[in-house]
């Protein structure tokens, strides 16, 4: 029999807990007003590497370190907004710049390249998948499935409907694309034949194809931590691209999200070379709220000493 889950606890409740754990609030009203725009649950990634450790498998107590302040959490917490909105900012120009670079490469072959199995790589068109809710389909059937749903959902959007009755639905990928979002753009990448995924990743300066793919799914699931509000700064990344293909930096961790950052910073680069973004990024990282504190640290987000004189970033 499963275990009841936790009871419910009001505002006040939530609030009396922390400072029982021994939280330390000055302002009553002012954490009060946080728990309720903000949530106990997600606050709570923010205050957990300011609780005590235990004996016990390397666990976390629920005690809070000696002097830990519930403004050193709302800070972080505001570190971490800030830190979001600008791996967002980052990530659509990229998203804009790869959206017009696979419209533009299928569709110089025809319109509706992007059904053809013709022009898509084998792997993508023919390989069966062997396991999981698509078993029995291949990567482009359930790509496909994906696609039909974003059209259904936007049928009613003049573009899309102008086609649907003017040409029996049929959508040139240049029209197609901007009904995709960025995990669907990203496994249509994936999808190119090999010529043409290696066209795309020269243009900005990555070795080949097959690691701008990975570049892209990592991408993809950072933009989906940032979206989603979820909690960026030291999380661990699920979806990782190999560490040697950010070279010369290969010393850094693909679990934590600066070597992406690094990826975003390469991209943008060449996609707008004027960018201010890089230069507010380092001076966030200047900002970083929890000082000489052995328990949080900004290289916890796998940053390295010095980073911001790597060639990459001046």
Known sequence: MSKMI????SFEEQLDMLENRGLIITDRDKVLKYLERIGYYRLSGYWYPFRKKTTFLDKKSDEFLDLTTFEQVINLYIFDKKLRLLVIDAIERIEMAIRVDVAYCLGVNHGLAYLDTKELHGKFTKQIINKGANKGKTQQQVWIEKFNIAVRRNQKTDFVKHHIEKYDG???????IELL???MISTLYSGLKKQDKDQIAVKYKVENGEIFAQWLRS???LRNIAAHHSRLWNSNIVDRSDAKT???????????????????KQLLNVICPHSKWGERVKELYSEFPIQNNSHVDVQQTGSKEDWQLWELWI
């Open 6 to 9: 936790k009871k419910w606890k």
């Open 170 to 176: 049929n959508l040139p990928i240049w029209v197609a």
């Open 181 to 183: 979002d960025f995990g």
């Open 219 to 221: 991408l993809n699931h």
């Open 246 to 264: 950010i070279l010369p930096y290969a010393q850094l961790n693909n679990a934590k999200p600066f070597m992406y950052f690094c990826v975003m």
